[in-house]
DNA sequence: CGGCTACTATGACCGCTGTCATAGTCGACC
DNA sequence: GGTCGACTATGACAGCGGTCATAGTAGCCG
């Protein structure tokens, strides 16, 4: 999944989207992403003149790619697509992950919107965009279940709002009844939504 | 509603989660807060001796308190106590700061939760407690509009849920489309839980 | 070989952080 | 008055933050 194999340039960017999703963005420092990353440190003015800035904007962004492509995956992993069985694989991926290694981390795009969204405004934009380029192909996948369009981009937004939000609860108890719980209560709510 | 009129311990612990709330944890500094409280420095070390850790972990308790007692003063501002309606009271108090202030700050909870989830566990413990203090007053007003208790815990769970991951989206996009939605949406399923 | 570009390697700078130490002020109480 | 406690006021410290400056290496091209 994580190739060793790559650039150090997306290394670090990789890097610094695991380091912010676990400490936030202002307890990450250049100097522990590139150690992170096994890149030396002079590449990072190198590869990210804007500094710092730059490069967690490119972890965001990086972070909503990856979060797009996962709705595919996992729309490929359902037998019998449904919105509730989307949603349950959106969370299941979080609750393992919190079952295997631990509630460490959580969603850089939540952790770049709570520590630059006042300060950094291109960092709230590259929130912004990475959430939209996450909403999409949910929204999309809704439609292609049968959800009326007009509903679609509401219940992307609902179910990516609850996810967000159980994820947070979930770290702060260490517990993962807060994924669950979301999902058994929206579940049937998203399915209804496929009816004519 | 924010009296000045407060001992300066106090107006400390205000500031710290109103600084928090805007900026994260890690880059809100404790000189920071004493001059935003109009608090002497000196004061920091004497009523707070466990550090930023204790400040931020009473701003955080602070934040769960007054989200509680907010849930009972907007159940008395409804003349027809409905859980949609509470539901969107809570998040219209968002929506009309962000109206009315801009996008510039989040919840605490959530804030020190992203910041400190895996470094500080006390905090991380204070945040725990925190979304505890705010679902209680919301899971009993539910079971008071005739929801089954085991499913009030639950809804509760659900509306703290999509109300803070829709604050995310909202500050991140800066727009109140996200709060809007998440009410419109989640509004039936919670009504039709107060039925038989 | 010379020259050029891509990348790496360090070291220094300044600013800010949390924390400690020490001295000072003020008011109440015996 | 004298003493004690609560609170305030500063200054210093050590550490880490991001960033700039400069020098170095490697490889390709002509």
Redesign the interface.
């Known amino acids: 999944m994580t190739q060793a194999r790559r650039g150090p340039r997306e290394r670090m960017v990789f890097s610094a989207a695991q380091l912010i999703r676990?400490?936030?963005?202002?307890?990450t420092g250049m100097r522990e992403v590139a150690a992170h990353a096994d890149a030396p440190r002079g590449s990072l003015q190198h590869y990210f003149p804007g500094g710092k800035e730059q490069l967690v904007n490119e972890a965001v962004a990086w972070a909503g790619r990856y979060a797009g492509k996962r709705v595919d995956r996992f729309l490929a992993g359902l037998d019998r697509p449904t919105p509730s069985g989307l949603f349950a694989a959106m969370a299941a991926q979080w609750a393992d992950e919190y079952a295997a290694d631990g509630?460490?981390?959580?969603c850089p795009?939540?952790?770049a919107?709570?520590?630059c969204?006042?300060?950094g405004d291109s960092t709230?934009n590259a929130?912004?965009t990475?959430?939209a380029t996450w909403r999409g192909p949910v929204a999309e996948a809704l439609t292609d279940m049968g959800v009326p369009p007009s509903?679609a981009e509401?219940?992307a937004?609902?179910m990516?709002?609850?996810?967000?939000?159980?994820i947070?609860?979930a770290?702060?108890?260490?517990d993962v009844?807060?994924l669950t719980?979301?999902v058994?209560?929206?579940g049937?709510?998203l399915d209804a939504a496929t009816g004519p």
Chains 1, 2 share one sequence.
Not at 22 to 27: H, I, L, N, S
Not at 160 to 166: F, N, T, V, W
Request: without cysteine; charged residues 20%; glycine residues 6%.
């Open positions: 676990r400490q936030g963005v202002t307890a509630f460490a981390a959580g795009v939540a952790a919107t709570v520590d969204a006042t300060s709230r929130a912004a990475a959430f509903r509401s219940l937004t609902l990516i709002s609850a996810l967000e939000g159980a947070l609860m770290r702060a108890e260490r009844r807060s719980t979301v058994k209560e929206l049937p709510l």
